[in-house]
């Protein structure tokens, strides 16, 4: 049998996602499309180059649009991270098993030995995160103004460059 080599290509940091964030794919999944991209871009950023998948920093724009958000990225997974510790209890290597963009980084046994993605231990996590944040959705969507005026927002804010736009890093 040949080994690998320790620069052999890292596997997949796989999170598993609560039922609101799945039906988003799964319904994805339902439209039929011809693209192979789960998230396909609508324009490709030049003439001539290739439909490929939407950029993360579309999301990140996104966010920055939208009224009455101050948040970026950055600062919803600080978020996650301070009051699932504080508030549910979650330990640092719960919040970092979800977080950390390398888990293997330093795990060895993780990255060379142990073969199961780990989703029976960020599973309880996710739960956690989704059971809080669903506890919060009805007050929040009251205050929302209509769909309608949302998207007029949001477009305005990308016409007139209203609002912080945020960098991928952010």
């Known amino acids: ?10 596997r997949p940091h796989t999170i598993p996602l609560p039922p609101a964030a799945w039906s988003v794919v799964q319904r994805q999944l339902d439209i039929e499309t011809t693209s192979p991209w789960l998230f396909p871009q609508i324009r490709a950023r030049r003439a001539g ?4 998948h939407i950029n993360p920093s579309t999301l990140t724009h996104m966010l920055g649009w939208l009224p ?9 997974r600080r978020a996650f991270a301070t009051h699932g510790e504080t508030t549910l209890g979650l330990l640092r290597t ?15 046994t993780g990255a060379h030995y142990a073969l199961h993605n780990g989703t029976h231990r960020t599973w309880p996590i996710m ?3 989704t059971d809080a944040v669903d506890a ?5 969507m009251a205050e929302l103004e209509s769909v309608e005026a949302l998207k007029a927002a949001v477009t305005a804010a990308r016409k007139l460059g209203a609002g912080k736009v945020l960098l991928a890093a952010e």
């Open 127 to 129: 739960q956690a995160w």
């Open 1 to 10: 049998m040949k080994g690998r080599s320790k620069k052999a290509k890292r």
């Open 49 to 52: 180059e290739e439909l490929t």
């Open 94 to 108: 719960d919040t970092a098993a979800i977080l950390d963009h390398n888990p293997d980084a330093r795990d060895v």
């Open 136 to 140: 919060e959705i009805a007050g929040a």
């Open 68 to 76: 009455g958000v101050y948040a970026s990225p950055h600062d919803v």
